[in-house]
């Protein structure tokens, strides 16, 4: 082999390579990632049914009623429009009414949200990112005092307004809870 | 006192590493060797004080010393000891002063080193280094104090989360950060390198014990962390594909690109521009890692309550390094003589092509975690990457990776023959083979990529096996029979063969762990006492649910009596509910029976009054392999770093061809 085809074979091979981990990414790229939605744009009929997403929002105060074979249904809220969600599993231990909550999973034709994974929050002091947003655009959040009307105000606020820097080591880990 | 002592150390060694930062690249200019040795002092220094300040910050939380904001965020009079001392690092403040104190250890180390590294190599390294270190200690002292006073002080702390609370936070994150941290150093001598505008096999030789130590270490505490997340969280998982998992195997897999790649640089002299870009990328993908798991910019399962401040700061540093090696790459790399090209056929070729998927591959995770980022910053619209898109982009990119290493292995330098070494290779392909049959059959039914695993990890192992035993037996005309002879060339065989079929096996096992998860069961029930729940070849029976007490917990514990099918006992499991009066919280236990390398997996619900229980049992089988694997693939990076080529301070063996000694003794 000369040099210059030795040259040309290694271009080639990068090329190759690289265009292979092109497709790859483009491709799931389009099939494989969840948006995150409020409960006021699943009202809103952004969403279709059967397309997967993260929903996020407030439990809401009330709402959950464990059924048999550790199902369980609950309303997940932002104040301004409420999603009802199924759910099959084991939930996170600190899982509240009143609370931060996403879940993952698809709407059904008939409204309700099924979910097959629910992430509360992972600390006493944290509010799920996108959930702190998601009330932020309803006007319901406070960046340092949380939440400043309704659902359990004493509890969040307390805990909030305390403004502690909440423990976080490298890899602490958070609650999770999956089917 | 001590507190303030530790603090005002802190800020000696904020100024010890800048003198080590700014004096040897003064004395480049000058061309004074006393100056220049001030380095090493400096760097010595920096790592006494801030190991010091460590110290009293260790000492505050051993004896609960609650006027200090960090002990009373971080701690309780009721903690365990050993979580009194982990907790140091278990709080962000904590955690940064343990990144500088590795990050000055290993400053240290390259100074006290008796290597064989030109006296400027070593010079530049230590003031790269230096600044690092400076960058560092600056970011703790501005934004993350931990040696804050509170007066009055608190009788009583908020104590650690209780997730926290745990063995794992002991080793993982100093076994972690070892890892990060420890490619500061293949970094400094790549920017060193870059400012003498010179590199050669001397470099080579001089990176790769510190890429070795720093990427084992990495391996272990991956494997740790990924242990740990396992029996944490309850679900079973061994891997979430998380921004903060994903931040960590990044640099793993730039690591180990660049571990290979100063092998060929070593030996061939060649791939020397991409050596030094791996260098500087492995270094910014941990310096991303910690951005992303500081700051908070990413939702993660890992992420708590932080502040925007720090984040700010990170991202300032992290522009710092990271643009400023790129530029000086840029600017530099083209000063570097080039190496020679070779022949694509060659134990050369296939490093290459090793270096081509794990850079492709780092690519994939680096996009999929940074994507939603990019996309909620142009868009304000939130996504989530999942599981799917990395199952989708990643496993392609490993299989045919996984594939050339038992040829890479056979290959021989510059000019290689695929059909000897396929030939070579008989052996572990037919057991590949007949054993991905013979799976597939066994559970035909089942899904069908894990026999395709079963039969790669195979693959891999045997494959390793066969490099050994063909370089025992000998090659072509020096293939013998005698016994006595292929003991002696076993025993003789450099210590770094042995490590890289080692460190090779080790992936083969990880394969083998991580496809027989495809035959995990999980079954999940409202239990009674006396009631059974099945998973996999094992069924559950709930035999009581009562209270049992911990140090600083309370815990409402279930009692199951697993049983095979045949109806045998096999062992018992507990899984609870713990809850921590001092934070008012409550934590999932899960409980594992280990029955060689599988394990029944019980993860407790909700208690209902009645006594009755949720339950999830999982049945993972041969799941210990994944970190076993990761274990033995350390080992094998601690077997190499036992060569004689390696060993620091071992000067360079005049004849290579030469007998090993303990080789030529037993003649």
Redesign the interface.
Known sequence: ?T?KS??L??IA??GA??A??LG??L???S??????RSPTEVASQVVTPGTRF?LGGLVKDGSLQ?G???TVDFSVTDTNATVQVQY????P??FREGQGVVA?GTLQPGGVFRADTV?AK?????M???VA?ALKAQGRWQEGKGMTVAPASQASESKASEA???????????????? | MLIEVGHFALALALALSLVQAVMPVWAARSGDGALRAVATPAALGAFACILFSFGALTYAHATSDFSVLNVIENSHTTKPFIYKLSGVWGNHEGSMLLWVLILALFGALVAVARDSVPPTLRANTLAVQGLITFVFVLFIITTSNPFTRVNPAPAEGNDLNPLLQDFGLAVHPPLLYIGYVGFSITFAFAIAALIDGRIDAVWARAVRPWTLTAWSFLTLGIALGSYWAYYELGWGGWWFRDPVENASLMPWLAGTALLHSTVVMEKRDALKVWTVLLAILTFSLSLLGTFIVRSGVLTSVHTFATDPTRGVFILAILILFIGGSFTLFAWRAPMLRQGGIFAPISREGALVMNNLFLAAACATVFVGTLYPLLLEMLTAEKISVGPPFFNYTFIPLAIPLLLIVPFGQTLAWKRGDVHAATQRLFAALAVALVVGLAVLALTWGGPMMAPVGIGLGAYLVVGSVMEIVSRARGYGASRTRGAAAIWRRTVGLPRSAWGTALAHAGVGVVVLGIAAQGWATEGLKTLKPGESLASGPYVATLDRVGPRAGENYAETTAFLTVRNAGGDFVGTVETGKRFYPSRKMTVTESGLLTIGASQVYASLGEVLPEGAIGLRLYYKPLVLLIWLGAVVMALGGAVSLTDRRMRVGAPARARPKSLPSDMAAAE
């Not at chain 1, 099959?88 to 939930?91: F, Q, T």
């Open positions: 082999m040099r030795r040259r074979a290694l091979a990068c390579v690289l292979l981990a790859l990414i491709s799931a790229m099939g494989s990632i969840v948006f995150f993260r464990r048999p074979d550790q099959r599993g084991l939930l231990d600190l993952e992430l992972h600390d006493e002091s944290y799920p990112r996108e947003d502690q820097p909440a423990p976080a080591a490298d890899k602490t880990l958070g609650q999770r809870s999956e089917r």
